[in-house]
């Protein structure tokens, strides 16, 4: 089992950038492929990015693709999200997930942190 914890979120204006973390505890940080995803007030979670077990694959959303670039660092159990040319419309709570495996993923996540919120202002 593995614990998240995201933080970095905060308000923005339009255009600038912020960078989200999410520690993980446990020894095994490297079986898990990783995601982030996000969900905006009145509307469904929805994918924004993933990596694969070693940093070697990525994969983004459309919407986010070009502005957001998705890390990670296996020796300090964490996984990051830039996000540069930041949106009014990227106003959400942003999850960090894990899945056991190697190979990225948009689906079956079983281990989800809290969130946290990022704002957008225009």
């Known amino acids: 089992q593995v614990q998240l914890v995201e933080s970095g979120g905060g308000l923005v204006q339009s255009g600038g950038s912020l960078r989200l973390s999410c520690a993980a505890s446990?020894?095994?940080?490297?079986?898990?492929?990783m995601g982030w995803f996000r969900q905006a007030s009145g509307k469904e979670r929805e994918f924004v990015a993933t990596?694969?077990?070693?940093?070697?694959?990525?994969y983004y959303a459309d919407s986010v693709k070009g502005r957001f670039t998705i890390a990670r660092d296996n020796a300090k159990n964490t996984v990051y999200l830039q996000m540069n040319s930041l949106k009014p419309e990227d106003t959400a709570v942003y999850y960090c997930?894990?899945?056991?495996?190697?190979?990225?993923?948009?689906?079956?996540?079983?281990?989800w942190g809290q969130g946290t919120q990022v704002t957008v202002s225009s």
């Open positions: 997930a894990a899945r056991f495996g190697t190979s990225v993923a948009l689906v079956g996540y079983r281990y």
């Open positions: 446990g020894r095994t940080f490297s079986s898990y492929v």
């Open positions: 990596i694969s077990w070693n940093g070697g694959s990525t």
